[in-house]
Protein backbone atom coordinates (compact mmCIF):
# COMPACT_ATOMS: atom_id res chain seq x y z
CA UNK A 1 0.00 0.00 0.00
CA UNK A 2 1.08 3.30 -0.64
CA UNK A 3 2.28 5.72 1.94
CA UNK A 4 0.06 8.48 2.67
CA UNK A 5 1.71 9.92 5.82
CA UNK A 6 5.53 9.47 6.64
CA UNK A 7 5.04 9.72 10.68
CA UNK A 8 2.25 7.45 12.76
CA UNK A 9 2.85 8.79 16.10
CA UNK A 10 2.23 6.73 19.12
CA UNK A 11 1.76 8.18 22.34
CA UNK A 12 -0.65 8.64 26.05
CA UNK A 13 -2.37 11.45 25.71
CA UNK A 14 -2.43 11.73 29.54
CA UNK A 15 1.32 11.93 29.56
CA UNK A 16 2.23 13.60 26.67
CA UNK A 17 -0.37 15.54 24.17
CA UNK A 18 0.05 19.02 25.77
CA UNK A 19 4.38 18.75 25.88
CA UNK A 20 6.74 16.69 24.31
CA UNK A 21 4.48 14.91 21.53
CA UNK A 22 2.85 18.47 20.87
CA UNK A 23 6.08 20.28 20.66
CA UNK A 24 7.55 17.09 18.14
CA UNK A 25 4.55 17.03 15.98
CA UNK A 26 4.72 20.50 15.23
CA UNK A 27 7.83 20.62 14.55
CA UNK A 28 8.05 17.14 12.06
CA UNK A 29 4.95 19.22 10.02
CA UNK A 30 7.22 22.13 10.11
CA UNK A 31 9.78 20.47 8.29
CA UNK A 32 7.56 18.89 5.97
CA UNK A 33 7.05 15.32 7.25
CA UNK A 34 3.83 14.29 6.99
CA UNK A 35 2.31 13.38 10.49
CA UNK A 36 -0.65 11.46 11.65
CA UNK A 37 -1.19 12.33 15.20
CA UNK A 38 -4.89 11.06 17.05
CA UNK A 39 -6.26 13.01 19.19
CA UNK A 40 -8.86 11.01 20.64
CA UNK A 41 -8.60 9.46 23.92
CA UNK A 42 -10.00 6.23 24.33
CA UNK A 43 -11.30 4.51 27.47
CA UNK A 44 -10.25 0.72 28.30
CA UNK A 45 -12.31 -1.33 26.44
CA UNK A 46 -12.86 0.52 23.48
CA UNK A 47 -11.11 -0.87 20.35
CA UNK A 48 -9.19 1.23 17.88
CA UNK A 49 -10.80 2.56 15.19
CA UNK A 50 -10.62 1.21 11.02
CA UNK A 51 -9.57 5.00 10.16
CA UNK A 52 -6.83 4.25 13.12
CA UNK A 53 -5.55 0.83 12.02
CA UNK A 54 -5.29 2.26 8.19
CA UNK A 55 -2.94 5.32 9.17
CA UNK A 56 -0.31 2.95 11.19
CA UNK A 57 -0.65 0.95 8.16
CA UNK A 58 -0.27 3.77 5.58
CA UNK A 59 2.36 5.35 7.71
CA UNK A 60 6.02 4.85 6.31
CA UNK A 61 7.59 5.63 9.99
CA UNK A 62 6.06 4.56 13.68
CA UNK A 63 7.35 6.42 16.70
CA UNK A 64 6.07 5.08 19.76
CA UNK A 65 5.99 7.33 22.72
CA UNK A 66 6.61 5.43 25.60
CA UNK A 67 6.08 7.50 28.43
CA UNK A 68 4.97 6.45 32.59
CA UNK A 69 1.06 5.47 31.69
CA UNK A 70 2.12 3.88 28.05
CA UNK A 71 1.30 0.32 29.45
CA UNK A 72 -1.59 0.99 31.43
CA UNK A 73 -3.39 1.77 28.10
CA UNK A 74 -5.18 -1.15 26.62
CA UNK A 75 -5.80 0.88 23.32
CA UNK A 76 -1.91 2.08 23.39
CA UNK A 77 -0.91 -2.03 23.48
CA UNK A 78 -3.55 -2.75 20.50
CA UNK A 79 -1.66 0.09 18.68
CA UNK A 80 1.27 -1.46 19.52
CA UNK A 81 0.45 -4.79 18.62
CA UNK A 82 -0.54 -3.44 15.16
CA UNK A 83 2.60 -1.69 14.54
CA UNK A 84 4.91 -4.37 15.80
CA UNK A 85 3.26 -6.89 13.33
CA UNK A 86 4.56 -4.54 9.98
CA UNK A 87 7.91 -3.79 11.57
CA UNK A 88 7.98 -8.01 11.69
CA UNK A 89 7.12 -8.30 7.69
CA UNK A 90 9.32 -5.74 6.72
CA UNK A 91 6.45 -3.04 5.91
CA UNK A 92 7.23 -0.45 8.66
CA UNK A 93 9.96 1.26 10.69
CA UNK A 94 9.35 1.74 14.18
CA UNK A 95 11.70 4.55 16.58
CA UNK A 96 10.81 3.94 20.15
CA UNK A 97 11.18 7.19 22.91
CA UNK A 98 11.59 5.77 26.16
CA UNK A 99 10.31 9.48 27.88
CA UNK A 100 10.68 9.77 31.82
CA UNK A 101 10.84 5.58 31.89
CA UNK A 102 13.38 3.09 32.13
CA UNK A 103 14.10 0.90 28.92
CA UNK A 104 15.16 -1.75 31.18
CA UNK A 105 11.76 -2.18 33.06
CA UNK A 106 9.81 -1.63 30.02
CA UNK A 107 11.92 -4.44 28.66
CA UNK A 108 12.19 -6.75 31.39
CA UNK A 109 8.45 -5.93 32.65
CA UNK A 110 9.11 -4.71 36.16
CA UNK A 111 8.64 -2.02 38.64
CA UNK A 112 5.39 -0.08 37.28
CA UNK A 113 5.06 -1.79 34.26
CA UNK A 114 4.37 -4.97 35.91
CA UNK A 115 1.91 -3.31 38.03
CA UNK A 116 0.40 -2.24 35.00
CA UNK A 117 0.18 -5.52 33.15
CA UNK A 118 -1.62 -7.29 36.38
CA UNK A 119 -4.56 -4.60 36.45
CA UNK A 120 -4.69 -5.62 32.69
CA UNK A 121 -4.83 -9.81 33.35
CA UNK A 122 -7.60 -8.89 36.17
CA UNK A 123 -9.57 -6.71 34.07
CA UNK A 124 -8.58 -8.79 30.59
CA UNK A 125 -11.19 -12.06 29.97
CA UNK A 126 -8.76 -12.70 26.90
CA UNK A 127 -4.97 -14.10 28.67
CA UNK A 128 -4.19 -14.37 24.71
CA UNK A 129 -4.15 -10.71 24.20
CA UNK A 130 -2.27 -9.76 27.38
CA UNK A 131 0.28 -11.86 26.17
CA UNK A 132 0.60 -10.30 22.66
CA UNK A 133 0.40 -7.40 24.51
CA UNK A 134 3.50 -8.20 26.81
CA UNK A 135 5.18 -9.02 23.77
CA UNK A 136 4.82 -6.36 21.18
CA UNK A 137 6.21 -4.22 23.71
CA UNK A 138 9.20 -6.40 24.49
CA UNK A 139 9.88 -6.35 20.84
CA UNK A 140 10.16 -3.14 20.66
CA UNK A 141 12.22 -2.25 23.83
CA UNK A 142 14.65 -4.20 22.19
CA UNK A 143 15.57 -1.99 19.21
CA UNK A 144 17.67 0.89 20.04
CA UNK A 145 15.84 4.40 20.65
CA UNK A 146 15.82 7.65 22.22
CA UNK A 147 15.52 8.18 25.80
CA UNK A 148 14.50 11.84 27.30
CA UNK A 149 17.32 11.01 30.80
CA UNK A 150 20.00 11.65 28.05
CA UNK A 151 18.94 14.81 26.78
CA UNK A 152 19.13 18.28 28.32
CA UNK A 153 15.81 19.18 27.83
CA UNK A 154 13.05 18.36 25.50
CA UNK A 155 14.11 20.71 22.44
CA UNK A 156 16.75 18.68 21.91
CA UNK A 157 15.34 15.51 21.68
CA UNK A 158 13.18 16.90 19.73
CA UNK A 159 15.60 18.30 17.45
CA UNK A 160 17.29 14.85 17.80
CA UNK A 161 14.35 13.05 16.55
CA UNK A 162 13.25 15.30 14.00
CA UNK A 163 17.02 14.92 12.42
CA UNK A 164 16.86 11.36 12.63
CA UNK A 165 13.59 10.86 10.47
CA UNK A 166 14.33 13.66 8.25
CA UNK A 167 18.02 11.69 7.07
CA UNK A 168 15.87 8.44 6.84
CA UNK A 169 13.65 9.97 4.79
CA UNK A 170 16.12 11.69 2.29
CA UNK A 171 17.69 8.32 2.08
CA UNK A 172 13.96 6.49 1.00
CA UNK A 173 12.80 9.34 -0.96
CA UNK A 174 10.10 7.67 -3.63
CA UNK A 175 6.84 8.55 -4.85
CA UNK A 176 3.93 7.09 -3.32
CA UNK A 177 4.01 4.36 -5.88
CA UNK A 178 7.34 2.96 -4.66
CA UNK A 179 9.36 4.55 -7.24
CA UNK A 180 12.00 7.17 -6.94
CA UNK A 181 13.08 9.95 -9.50
CA UNK A 182 15.78 8.90 -12.00
CA UNK A 183 19.05 10.76 -11.13
CA UNK A 184 17.94 12.30 -8.21
CA UNK A 185 22.17 13.03 -7.42
CA UNK A 186 22.39 14.94 -11.06
CA UNK A 187 19.43 17.19 -10.33
CA UNK A 188 20.94 18.41 -7.19
CA UNK A 189 24.43 18.80 -8.28
CA UNK A 190 22.81 21.40 -10.97
CA UNK A 191 20.67 22.79 -8.38
CA UNK A 192 23.20 23.45 -5.54
CA UNK A 193 25.46 25.13 -9.05
CA UNK A 194 22.50 27.44 -9.33
CA UNK A 195 21.97 28.07 -5.37
CA UNK A 196 24.95 29.02 -3.14
CA UNK A 197 23.78 28.18 0.09
CA UNK A 198 26.75 29.74 1.82
CA UNK A 199 25.72 33.44 0.13
CA UNK A 200 25.42 36.33 2.01
CA UNK A 201 23.22 38.25 -0.40
CA UNK A 202 19.68 39.14 0.20
CA UNK A 203 17.18 36.70 -0.13
CA UNK A 204 17.05 34.67 -3.87
CA UNK A 205 13.86 33.04 -5.04
CA UNK A 206 14.51 30.30 -7.27
CA UNK A 207 12.21 28.14 -9.38
CA UNK A 208 11.78 24.40 -10.13
CA UNK A 209 9.69 23.96 -12.90
CA UNK A 210 8.72 20.52 -14.35
CA UNK A 211 5.90 19.42 -16.04
CA UNK A 212 4.70 16.28 -13.78
CA UNK A 213 3.10 16.62 -10.44
CA UNK A 214 4.09 13.95 -8.40
CA UNK A 215 8.08 13.99 -9.25
CA UNK A 216 8.42 17.88 -9.01
CA UNK A 217 7.44 17.77 -5.66
CA UNK A 218 9.38 14.77 -4.63
CA UNK A 219 12.07 16.59 -5.75
CA UNK A 220 10.84 19.69 -3.97
CA UNK A 221 10.71 17.45 -0.73
CA UNK A 222 14.28 16.10 -1.82
CA UNK A 223 15.80 19.56 -1.56
CA UNK A 224 14.43 20.72 1.45
CA UNK A 225 15.46 17.67 3.45
CA UNK A 226 18.73 18.20 1.73
CA UNK A 227 19.47 21.69 2.43
CA UNK A 228 17.46 22.76 5.76
CA UNK A 229 20.08 22.05 8.47
CA UNK A 230 22.27 24.56 6.75
CA UNK A 231 19.42 27.71 8.00
CA UNK A 232 18.24 28.54 11.11
CA UNK A 233 14.76 28.16 10.51
CA UNK A 234 13.08 26.67 7.62
CA UNK A 235 9.60 25.93 6.25
CA UNK A 236 7.81 23.70 3.95
CA UNK A 237 4.70 24.20 2.31
CA UNK A 238 3.78 21.55 0.47
CA UNK A 239 1.19 20.95 -1.85
CA UNK A 240 0.06 24.83 -2.02
CA UNK A 241 -2.36 24.14 -4.70
CA UNK A 242 -4.53 22.28 -2.10
CA UNK A 243 -3.95 24.73 1.01
CA UNK A 244 -5.20 27.78 -1.32
CA UNK A 245 -7.55 26.11 -3.28
CA UNK A 246 -11.42 27.25 -2.24
CA UNK A 247 -9.73 29.46 0.57
CA UNK A 248 -8.75 33.05 1.03
CA UNK A 249 -5.54 34.08 0.32
CA UNK A 250 -5.20 35.38 4.31
CA UNK A 251 -5.55 31.66 4.75
CA UNK A 252 -2.00 30.69 2.64
CA UNK A 253 -0.83 33.65 4.86
CA UNK A 254 -1.73 31.95 7.98
CA UNK A 255 -0.22 28.37 7.11
CA UNK A 256 3.00 29.82 6.38
CA UNK A 257 3.16 31.62 9.76
CA UNK A 258 2.14 28.61 11.72
CA UNK A 259 4.80 26.56 10.43
CA UNK A 260 7.24 29.26 10.87
CA UNK A 261 6.13 29.90 14.33
CA UNK A 262 7.69 26.22 15.18
CA UNK A 263 11.23 27.95 15.41
CA UNK A 264 10.25 29.92 18.11
CA UNK A 265 9.82 33.84 16.01
CA UNK A 266 7.39 35.44 17.65
CA UNK A 267 6.95 38.73 15.19
CA UNK A 268 7.91 39.13 11.12
CA UNK A 269 10.48 41.59 12.34
CA UNK A 270 12.53 38.77 13.85
CA UNK A 271 12.97 37.19 10.31
CA UNK A 272 15.42 40.08 9.46
CA UNK A 273 17.56 38.41 11.66
CA UNK A 274 17.85 34.47 10.58
CA UNK A 275 18.70 32.82 7.83
CA UNK A 276 15.35 31.13 5.99
CA UNK A 277 14.89 28.22 3.54
CA UNK A 278 11.02 28.70 2.24
CA UNK A 279 10.19 25.89 -0.27
CA UNK A 280 6.89 26.40 -1.50
CA UNK A 281 5.57 23.54 -3.68
CA UNK A 282 2.86 23.28 -6.81
CA UNK A 283 2.16 27.25 -6.87
CA UNK A 284 -0.34 27.67 -9.41
CA UNK A 285 -0.80 31.60 -9.04
CA UNK A 286 0.67 34.87 -9.00
CA UNK A 287 -1.86 35.86 -6.51
CA UNK A 288 -0.23 32.96 -4.21
CA UNK A 289 3.49 34.81 -4.62
CA UNK A 290 2.23 37.87 -4.06
CA UNK A 291 0.82 36.31 -0.53
CA UNK A 292 3.74 35.05 0.20
CA UNK A 293 6.32 37.63 -0.69
CA UNK A 294 4.49 39.56 1.96
CA UNK A 295 6.62 37.29 4.37
CA UNK A 296 10.25 36.76 2.74
CA UNK A 297 11.25 39.78 1.60
CA UNK A 298 11.74 39.79 5.15
CA UNK A 299 13.95 37.30 5.70
CA UNK A 300 17.49 38.14 6.23
CA UNK A 301 20.77 38.05 4.24
CA UNK A 302 21.88 34.32 2.57
CA UNK A 303 17.91 33.12 2.43
CA UNK A 304 16.41 30.97 0.15
CA UNK A 305 12.79 30.55 -1.16
CA UNK A 306 12.40 27.64 -3.55
CA UNK A 307 9.01 27.86 -5.84
CA UNK A 308 8.06 24.85 -7.78
CA UNK A 309 5.12 25.11 -10.53
CA UNK A 310 4.15 23.21 -13.54
CA UNK A 311 3.63 26.55 -15.12
CA UNK A 312 6.76 27.97 -16.52
CA UNK A 313 5.04 31.08 -17.26
CA UNK A 314 4.46 32.05 -14.01
CA UNK A 315 7.54 32.22 -12.53
CA UNK A 316 8.64 34.32 -16.08
CA UNK A 317 5.56 36.87 -15.28
CA UNK A 318 6.74 37.25 -11.72
CA UNK A 319 10.03 37.84 -12.72
CA UNK A 320 11.89 34.82 -10.99
CA UNK A 321 14.94 34.50 -13.45
CA UNK A 322 16.79 31.71 -11.53
CA UNK A 323 14.65 28.38 -12.90
CA UNK A 324 16.21 25.32 -12.65
CA UNK A 325 13.74 23.48 -15.75
CA UNK A 326 13.30 19.71 -15.45
CA UNK A 327 11.78 18.25 -18.59
CA UNK A 328 13.23 14.97 -17.92
CA UNK A 329 11.99 14.18 -14.47
CA UNK A 330 11.71 10.28 -14.66
CA UNK A 331 10.73 7.77 -12.29
CA UNK A 332 12.10 4.29 -12.26
CA UNK A 333 10.75 1.37 -10.25
CA UNK A 334 13.02 0.17 -7.10
CA UNK A 335 15.03 -2.96 -7.49
CA UNK A 336 13.39 -6.04 -6.41
CA UNK A 337 16.41 -7.50 -5.49
CA UNK A 338 17.60 -4.20 -3.84
CA UNK A 339 14.75 -4.52 -1.08
CA UNK A 340 14.90 -7.69 -0.66
CA UNK A 341 18.37 -7.95 0.54
CA UNK A 342 17.76 -4.89 2.78
CA UNK A 343 14.95 -6.27 4.38
CA UNK A 344 17.52 -9.58 5.36
CA UNK A 345 19.99 -7.34 6.34
CA UNK A 346 16.74 -5.90 8.87
CA UNK A 347 16.01 -9.21 9.86
CA UNK A 348 19.39 -9.65 11.04
CA UNK A 349 20.25 -7.09 12.33
CA UNK A 350 16.76 -6.69 14.56
CA UNK A 351 17.82 -10.66 15.72
CA UNK A 352 21.24 -9.31 16.99
CA UNK A 353 19.89 -6.02 18.66
CA UNK A 354 17.13 -8.18 20.74
CA UNK A 355 20.42 -10.67 21.96
CA UNK A 356 22.68 -7.80 22.48
CA UNK A 357 19.94 -6.41 24.78
CA UNK A 358 19.07 -9.54 26.61
CA UNK A 359 22.97 -10.10 27.35
CA UNK A 360 23.31 -6.60 28.53
CA UNK A 361 19.86 -7.40 30.42
CA UNK A 362 22.09 -10.79 32.18
CA UNK A 363 24.92 -9.04 32.82
CA UNK A 364 23.19 -5.85 34.24
CA UNK A 365 20.88 -8.18 36.52
CA UNK A 366 23.82 -10.27 38.22
CA UNK A 367 26.48 -7.82 38.10
CA UNK A 368 25.36 -4.67 38.04
CA UNK A 369 27.08 -2.31 35.43
CA UNK A 370 30.62 -3.50 35.38
CA UNK A 371 33.62 -0.82 34.99
CA UNK A 372 34.31 0.21 31.51
CA UNK A 373 31.31 -1.35 29.58
CA UNK A 374 29.09 1.44 29.98
CA UNK A 375 28.31 2.46 26.00
CA UNK A 376 29.41 -1.00 25.01
CA UNK A 377 26.35 -1.68 23.62
CA UNK A 378 25.75 0.72 21.70
CA UNK A 379 28.92 1.04 19.85
CA UNK A 380 28.43 -2.48 18.99
CA UNK A 381 24.78 -1.57 17.69
CA UNK A 382 26.24 1.12 15.39
CA UNK A 383 29.11 -0.55 14.16
CA UNK A 384 26.80 -3.64 12.84
CA UNK A 385 24.26 -1.03 11.91
Known amino acids: MSPKYDVFLSFRGIDTRANFVSFL ?30 AIEESRFAVVVVSAHYAASSWCLDELVKIMDFVKNGSKTVM ?10 VRRQIGDVAEQFKKHEAREK ?40 SEKLITFTRLSNGRKIVGIERHMKKLNRLVDLNSKKPVRVIGIWASGGNGRSTLAKHVYQTWCKQFETNCYLGNV ?24 LTSRGSLKRQKVLLVADDVYKVEQLDALAEDFTDFGPGSVVVITTQDKQLLISYGIKDVYEVEDLRCEKLCDLRTFAFKKRRDIFAAFESALYEAKDFVTECFGCPSGTSGVYEKLLKEFN
Open 126 to 165: DPEKVLSWRQALKDLANISGQCSSKWYNDSKLVDATVDGI
Open 96 to 105: PIFYGVDPFH
Open 25 to 54: YKELERRGIQTFKDDKELQNGQRISPELQR
Open 241 to 264: KRIFKGRHLAHLHDEFLEKIEGAY
